[in-house]
Structures are given as structure tokens and as C-alpha cells.
């Protein structure tokens, strides 16, 4: 195989540096702007076991991205906490030449059990999906009737393991709008960054409405009229969120921006579905099975090759069209559910 080199570029001189991996794509969640019940109901037909990716294929494929210059792993779902021995994923991972941070999605509810064992088994971050601190709103928004309570626990399990943990919220007007500040406040108090995520037309099921989208300006402004904020550089090249601090302290804040501020230009990341499609955008229409690959006994390097031809190929700048074209230039997009945000 091929020794490690300088990251791979793609048309646009972007490198790779991060690769997403969707375990699997159930959740115990329904948030509406993720996996709507009325279309993930109890007769969906999710992926049977056989076709997700075992973890053997996973670290083989992690390892073959290291090469191209991965860095940075995040394990993603669906829920990936529903996914049996994910400790062991963690490990197997965390033994890759070249792979110097490893983060989970998560939407907590199941945190608490597992925070511990995903810490020793090399997890350095989690990443917490958390939409409102009101019970009845959250409530009305993961379509399940979990509590926030339950959440919360996840969040303090974690600290408590030693892991660090970011808080992402997806804002909806007339949902959840109302929550931004509750939200901002408790955060800065318990000391965790809190990312605050345009409301995005990811997929084709979550009845996405431009109307829906709360901007960043608009986040920002209601923060900093009662609690001051002062713009930061970004921590490295290729990181989504707008960074600010609350004046005269180290607290730190976030705005995820892809509706009104794209990103796509300094876009750093390949994602993996759990049945081994590659994805080179989170807005990508089709992806290219690996999976079939692996199971056909072909060597790393014919791998290795086909990985980096899809890279080296890529295109994609979808946010930078949204915000150009008076129309949605992709009609037909991959469930978010399917590999992960």
C-alpha cells in the first residue's frame, strides 16, 4: 500500500481530512426534520444486517482513507448508539495509523449507559443533538416523547467519562425559535459549546420550507442583545461553524450556516453510509458502493485507487448553488437519516 502522503485533493483544491460513518441507519428518535414518522413508520423497511458494513469493513476502509489524509472520524446513524458493540468499533478504529480524533453523533438518549465504556475504548468527543430544554416542545419534535431530562443525564455521563461534548440545535421557525435563548443561556452556564444549525433541506421527506430557516444574523442578533458576543477565528481550515465568544470570557458559541452563509468552499469531509456507500456531499443525489468492492476480495490498492478517483473528481458545492439559483438545483437528495449530518 501506499505510504502516507499529503492529503488528496478534489477539483475545487479542497482536501480530505474527515470522513463521516453512518453505523446504522435506525434511530429511536423522529424528528421531523430528520426521519418524519409518517414516512419512518413501523412497517419502514430499514437495512437488513447483512447489507450494513461490519466493523472489520469499516477499520479496513478507515485505514485506506488515513492514507488519502484522514485525520478526523465521526461516528454517525441514524442513532449510532443502536448499533450492538459500537465500543469495539471505537477501538478498532482508534488503532489506525494516522486517525488523531475520533467524535459520535448522538441524540444521547442512550448515553448515559455507554459513556464510559466509549471513552476508554479511545471516543475523544461527542457530539449532542439536543432541539429544546422545554419538555413539551422537545417532545413534540423527537415524535417520541423522550424527555430532556433523559438527554441532559447523557450530556453530564459524558463529562463526567471525560469526554468533551458540543450541543447542536437545529432551529425551525415557529417550532423552536422561541428556544434559543433558554438554550444559549444554559449552555454558557454548564460550560459546553452550543452549535446553532440553519434549518437545512436535507433529504427529500422533511417538508423543508425556506420560510422555516431562522438565519444566523438572526440567532446572533437575539444573543447579543442580552448576552454580548465577539467574533473568533476558526480553529482550522474546513470548519463549519462561525465561531464567537461571550464577551470577557472564554464561553464559546456557534452558527452552523449552510442555508444563508455556505460553506462549501473549505469543505473538507467524505461520508460513508452503514451499507458502504461513499457520499462526497451531505446533499449528494447518488453515492458509489464500496461495499461490493470489499466483498469481492479485491486488494487495498484497487480500493485505494477507486476511493481516491471519487475524491479527486469531486464537484459538489450545493450551498453555493442554493444561495445562487432561484430554484432548488437538486431535486432528489439522501435522507440525512441514511448518513448521518
Known amino acids: 500500500m501506499e505510504e502516507k502522503q499529503v492529503y488528496w485533493k478534489d477539483r475545487l483544491g479542497r482536501p480530505l481530512r474527515d470522513l463521516r460513518i453512518s453505523v446504522t441507519d435506525r434511530c429511536n428518535f423522529r424528528c421531523r426534520y430528520c426521519m418524519p414518522a409518517e414516512v419512518f413508520g413501523p412497517d419502514y423497511a430499514f437495512l437488513p444486517r447483512k447489507e450494513l458494513l461490519t466493523f472489520e469493513e469499516i477499520t479496513r476502509l478507515v485505514r485506506l482513507f488515513a492514507v488519502g489524509g484522514v485525520e478526523k472520524i465521526?461516528?454517525?446513524?441514524?442513532?449510532?448508539?443502536?448499533?450492538?458493540?459500537?465500543?469495539?468499533?471505537?477501538?478498532?478504529i482508534k488503532a489506525v495509523d494516522g486517525i488523531k480524533d475520533i467524535a459520535l453523533t448522538t441524540n444521547a438518549s442512550l448515553l448515559a449507559k455507554h459513556a464510559v465504556l466509549l471513552k476508554d475504548a479511545g471516543l475523544d468527543r461527542v457530539n449532542v443533538s439536543l432541539d429544546a430544554l422545554d419538555q413539551e416542545i422537545f417532545a413534540r419534535m423527537n415524535g417520541r416523547q423522550f424527555s430532556v431530562k433523559r438527554v441532559l443525564e447523557g450530556i453530564d455521563a459524558a463529562e463526567q467519562a471525560g469526554l468533551k461534548v458540543k450541543v447542536n440545535m437545529v432551529v425551525q421557525r415557529g417550532v423552536n425559535d422561541g428556544q434559543i435563548l433558554p438554550m444559549a443561556h444554559y449552555f454558557r452556564e454548564k460550560g459546553h459549546i452550543l452549535r446553532f444549525i440553519e434549518y437545512m433541506d436535507v433529504g427529500n421527506t422533511n417538508g423543508w420550507d425556506l420560510s422555516q430557516v431562522v438565519s444566523k444574523r438572526e440567532i446572533l442578533a437575539k444573543i447579543h442583545k442580552e448576552m454580548p458576543l465577539k467574533p473568533t477565528d476558526p480553529n482550522y481550515y474546513g470548519e463549519v461553524a462561525n465561531r464567537y465568544r461571550y464577551l470577557g470570557t472564554d464561553q464559546e458559541v456557534g452558527v452552523i450556516a449552510s442555508v444563508t452563509d455556505s460553506f462549501c468552499s473549505s469543505c473538507t469531509r467524505a461520508r460513508l453510509s452503514a451499507n458502504g456507500r461513499l457520499y462526497t456531499c451531505l446533499f449528494a443525489s447518488e453515492g458509489t458502493d464500496l461495499r461490493d468492492l470489499l466483498r469481492e476480495g479485491v486488494d487495498d490498492q484497487v480500493v485505494l485507487e477507486r476511493i481516491h478517483q471519487i475524491w479527486s473528481g469531486r464537484e459538489d458545492r450545493y450551498s453555493d448553488e442554493r444561495l445562487s439559483a432561484t430554484h432548488l438545483p437538486r431535486d432528489q437528495k439522501v435522507e440525512m437519516s441514511f448518513i448521518g449530518g
Open 74 to 92: 465521526r461516528i454517525t446513524g441514524g442513532e449510532p448508539l443502536l448499533r450492538k458493540d459500537l465500543s469495539r468499533l471505537i477501538k478498532m
